[in-house]
């Protein structure tokens, strides 16, 4: 039961987290002589996204793999509900690196001299989404012992 409540805990936090960064269409014409500005600009901030993501998504991964190894020790005199806790606390605390990281893709987008919300989102949810996989990887020590 406990298992299934926190699957679909899990399931209800990643469905808040996607939706939270939906994406909007919005065509625009662009001359020649914008396009390569355009494109000199986005790249630039595709670099910025990208050092951004790969720094947090090293540090996400650090972490993960930390809290595994400190659950999987911990899982062995510890209760189901326990150690239930001791996942829920973990995913948290991956969440917040998260949220550093998308912090700071945020700010560089504000920062940013031009409109590049559809590379801003790209690397907003490829953050999302390696948090995801990341919190999976937590959460697997608590399905795979009970």
Known sequence: MKKRLFALMLAAVMLGCLCACGET??????TATAAEAETSEEEENISIY???????KDKMKEATDK???????????????????????????????????NQKMTDAMLASTEDDQETYEKWFN????TFSDFSRDITGVYTDLF
């Open 25 to 30: 269409e919005e065509q625009v014409e662009i």
């Open 50 to 56: 990208e050092a951004i993501y790969d720094e947090y």
């Open 67 to 101: 809290y595994v190894d400190e659950l999987r020790d911990a899982a062995k005199g510890l209760s189901k509900d326990e150690l239930y806790d001791k996942v829920k606390e973990k995913n948290d605390a991956l969440g917040k690196i998260r949220e550093e990281g």
């Open 126 to 129: 490829r953050m999302t989404e």
